[in-house]
């Protein structure tokens, strides 16, 4: 088979994000974060942009840079404070950034149901609380829920351990997170990659993103991040 989802350089990899374009980033903070791609993005100069992510910016760069060149129109994030990071917090204050405040659970779930086609689903998180305002509620089984509806993003930006040129995924330990949910629940998925691996190579029982799922790879000059090693 001769697919090969390999691109030379960050431009090829993140071709066709352009403005008000909604991204999928994955990332607990550093562990699992795509920095590689995000950096290009900014240097793309693309603006009014929607952010999924865990968090609000993290460790002062990546995503922050993002916000602090105020080319972020809104964040869909579970955590909005983080250490080391104040860029997003003063943006909201100044009424600059608009946040959709989802709980951790609630919007892993969002995602992972925007990937396997799933319509909405009922939650009792954040019933009776301002998350909940607006929203459809109803008694199951004797306990108030809240109905939440999935995410879909034009673009997923994960980062992964290892890859082959199909585009099979595998990731390092708490890198993982957010990765294969978003692989699944964006028009086109962006992985940047520590390692290419020949297929032939690759375990098939540890593949966690099928290639199926995956449109581009970059690889990452120098592997491996510190951040990931330890």
């Known amino acids: 088979m001769s697919i090969d989802k390999v691109v030379a350089s960050v431009g090829e990899a993140i071709a066709g994000i352009g403005d008000g374009a909604t991204l999928m980033v ?70 600059e950034i608009e946040l959709e405040l989802v709980p951790q659970g609630t919007l892993a779930e969002r995602i992972r149901a925007g990937g396997a086609g799933i319509k909405g689903f009922f939650t009792p998180t954040a019933y009776e609380t301002e998350l909940a305002e607006g929203k459809e ?11 939440e509806m999935p995410l879909h993003a034009d673009f997923a930006l994960v980062r992964a351990d290892t890859g082959d040129r199909y585009g099979n995924l595998t990731y390092r330990k708490t890198g993982r997170n957010y990765g294969p949910l978003m692989a699944a629940a964006a028009d086109v998925t962006i992985a940047e ?21 995956t449109d581009r790879l970059f690889v990452v000059d120098g592997g491996t991040t510190e951040q990931e090693k330890s």
């Open 26 to 95: 994955s990332g607990f903070g550093p562990p699992g974060q795509p920095t590689e791609l995000i950096d290009g993005v900014l240097e793309s100069g693309v603006g009014d942009l929607t952010i999924i992510n865990n968090n609000a910016g993290a460790g002062g760069r990546a995503i922050s840079d993002l916000f602090a060149a105020k080319r972020v129109r809104k964040v869909i994030c579970s955590f909005p404070k983080a250490i080391g990071s104040t860029v997003f917090d003063d943006l909201y204050r100044a009424g």
């Open 137 to 147: 509620t109803r008694v199951i089984d004797g306990t108030p829920c809240v109905l």
């Open 193 to 213: 990659i520590a390692h290419l691996a020949d297929p032939d190579d690759m375990d098939a029982e540890t593949i966690v993103t099928p290639g199926i799922y």
